[in-house]
């Protein structure tokens, strides 16, 4: 269930949170390797600030839409969240069709893409506790177009290779983590507390839209100005995107330099609240192992679409598409099935069903008269049910986290459930490489059904409602 996902409040922030976990759910949710890493929401202010709407009288009063500042920053992330699915057809295109990269080399490049958040992701979320989250976005933008641009340079220049390829996967990797632990904490200095949920509502309905309409459009560019030219206007999109933010002011209070501890005392302190909680143990049990299923899964899929069963870029961008309907209408359905079968339940449920749906990746090989249908359907499902259980877990892991922790809780959390997949990756480059492409798919297919077992045999079934507040310090 690879994508969300995304992990954010506490018990001094806002408890209606449920639409503010959208803007996580494709971040740690299984699909397409262009989805798994799209962006969650972490608070810095005092406890003060928190305590009371009141406390930030300079926000503008009634719908988000006649606030200014909000919707400069919404702009920016609507063109980038567009150019990034551009980026996530374009790679493999050029990998497998312009460089005829082998399946090993195809695991390397999708490992490349995460292995940030393996190297990186834990101290990554105690430094950013410590720094200005708008800054620190700025900062990965401004890397993530510079990055991308590289790449059209190189091939313009007769110089690309598949290692280039792989280098700057790694550095947008690397930037995408400190933005997306960011991104998961900027909401909350942004806008007043009961405008939370709006805001991301907003931002994940803009998100959904990319999904939907950004494959097909980017398959139609491939086509059209081919891959390594569609990928410059990703490098806009990041471009857009550093200048909304500069223009972006935000309330965010740095914590002060006494409140700093040691950086290992602090990533410590992270991973303890998150392993600390039983619930929360086995959501990142079944996410870990859904994510391992899928990445190594979709690193053989643009390989088992472009090459074994000779569709076109376009059409890959077209399956994609139609999938990302499901996650759309997953978001609309689930306040509904939430409010009909309880919160506990709704993981478990979900749960099974994405772990079910990956068996028809390799059917599709199979039957391959009826591939087209069977990835779409396939998209569709685990899209929905992905978003489904990633908003239910990601709103209860924001209502038990205590503000000063969001962003190592963030990070630990993305640690192991994003950790295993350059991991993973690798795997399926190897296994692609000995086996071949299907039989890695059904390997891949098993491991996805075992995914669920963490949350299938635990107590959710019991309970209708998740906690609402934070464990008691001593439990924690």
């Known amino acids: 269930m690879s994508q969300s996902d995304e992990p954010r409040a506490d018990g001094g922030a806002p408890q209606g949170l449920a639409a503010e976990a959208l803007a996580e759910a494709r971040a740690e949710a299984s699909g397409p390797l262009s989805s798994r890493v799209d962006d969650a929401v972490e608070a810095d202010q005092d406890a003060a600030a928190l305590a009371s709407p009141d406390a930030q009288p300079h926000h503008p009063k009634g719908s988000l839409w006649r606030d200014r500042n909000f919707l400069t920053m919404w702009t920016g992330q609507a063109l980038s969240q567009f150019g990034t699915q551009i980026t996530g057809l374009a790679l493999p295109v050029i990998a497998v069709i ?70 700057v996967a790694l550095i947008i990797g690397v930037a995408t983590v400190f933005f997306d632990v960011s991104y998961q904490s900027i909401i909350p200095s942004l806008v007043r507390r009961d405008q939370i949920a709006e805001a991301n509502g907003k931002l994940e309905s803009t998100q959904q839209i990319a999904h939907l309409a950004g494959p097909a459009v980017g398959g139609w560019l491939i086509g059209a100005l081919t891959a390594p030219v569609a990928i410059v206007i990703d490098a806009v999109t990041y471009a857009a995107s550093f200048v909304a933010l500069l223009l972006t002011r935000d309330h965010e209070e740095r914590r002060a330099p006494e409140d700093h501890a040691p950086i290992l005392h602090e990533i410590g302190e992270g991973l303890r609240w998150v392993f600390g909680n039983p619930l929360l143990r086995r959501i990142v049990g079944t996410t870990a192992v859904s994510n391992f299923a899928s990445t190594m899964a979709y690193t053989m899929l643009p390989i088992l679409i472009l090459r074994q069963l000779g569709l076109s870029p376009a059409a890959m961008g077209v399956i994609f598409s139609l999938g990302a309907v499901g996650g759309v209408l997953g978001a609309i359905a689930t306040p509904r099935i939430v409010a009909r079968i309880g919160e506990a339940r709704a993981i478990p449920v979900s749960a099974i069903a994405f772990s079910v749906s990956g068996a028809a990746l390799p059917l599709a090989a199979v039957f391959p008269a009826l591939a087209f249908p069977l990835l779409v359907v396939q998209g569709f499902i685990a899209s929905f049910t992905v978003l489904l259980y990633n908003i239910t877990q990601v709103t209860f892991r924001q209502r038990i986290t205590p503000p000063r922790l969001l962003g190592r809780m963030n990070a630990s959390i993305r640690f192991v459930v994003w950790g295993v997949m350059p991991i993973s990756a690798l795997l399926a480059g190897v296994l692609g490489q000995w086996l071949g492409v299907v039989p890695t798919l059904w390997i891949a297919s098993v491991i996805e059904l075992a995914s669920a077992l963490f949350v299938v045999i635990g107590p959710f079934w019991t309970m209708r409602d998740l906690p609402s507040a934070p464990p008691e310090p001593a439990s924690a």
Do not use: C, Y
């Open 98 to 167: 312009l460089l005829d990269a082998t399946e090993w080399e195809i695991g390397m490049l999708n490992a490349a893409e995460v292995a940030a958040f393996l190297i990186v992701g834990l101290p990554a979320g105690a430094w950013i506790d410590r720094m200005r989250k708008r800054h620190v976005m700025i900062w990965a933008d401004g890397i993530r177009a510079l990055a991308l641009a590289s790449i059209p340079v190189l091939w313009a220049m007769g110089l690309l290779h598949i290692w280039q390829l792989m280098v």
